[in-house]
């Protein structure tokens, strides 16, 4: 990543500012080179972040044997094509092999990569990746479905549309009924809470 700094990014968001035909100089926007540019760097902290910091202590022995699912993990990301954001919901799931992780780690690893410029896929299958090297589980199911303002804003315009990636490792891959009861429980009707 190279070492842009502060100002270097203010001023060029100031140039697109006066590309788009805009007068930098209006009173709504006066600070909206400062305000985008701290935007961006919240949206793309992902960059600054490992999976070794988020996961730090987080993993412990435990001789757990059945699945373990994380799911409805809220999800955001901007598009690497446009810069445009995609949202939705991520479902994360892995069978142990003797090591279990903080239940909190399981969205913050999700973080570390989905705050970065991207593309869903790509995000689906480093969060499955990372989770696989961390715990060396007998298998990981990640299933992510989101929107993209890409398409819903821009080009085909089609609002409903919902994309859905999947990434399985080990016996998620290997092994119908781990891969099955996965799916179920990742799609099952959502508990309503009264």
Request: net charge neutral; hydrophobic share 40%; aromatic share 6%.
């Amino acid at each position: 990543m190279s070492n842009t700094s502060v100002t270097d990014l203010s001023a060029h968001i100031l140039a697109l500012l006066n590309g788009l035909g805009e007068d930098p100089t209006r009173l709504g926007l006066h600070k909206t080179p400062e305000r985008v540019e701290k935007s961006l760097r919240w949206l793309t902290r992902g960059y600054r972040m490992s999976v070794a910091d988020v996961v730090g202590g987080g993993v412990f022995e435990e001789p757990h044997d059945n699945m373990i699912l994380v799911r409805d993990i809220e999800v955001y990301s901007l598009c690497e094509h446009h810069m445009l954001p995609f949202f939705g919901k991520a479902h994360i799931a892995y069978l142990p092999n003797g090591r279990i992780i903080g239940l909190s780690k399981i969205p913050r690893i999700l973080e570390v990569f989905a705050r970065r410029l991207q593309v869903q896929e790509r995000l689906t299958d480093q969060v499955a990746d990372a989770l696989m090297e961390v715990l060396e589980p007998r298998g990981v199911g990640v299933v992510i479905e989101a929107a993209h303002l890409c398409m819903m804003m821009r080009g085909v315009e089609k609002q409903n549309s919902t994309t859905v990636t999947s990434a399985l490792r080990g016996c998620f891959t290997d092994d119908a009924r781990t891969r099955e009861e996965f799916l179920r429980l990742a799609h099952a009707p959502r508990p309503t809470h009264t």
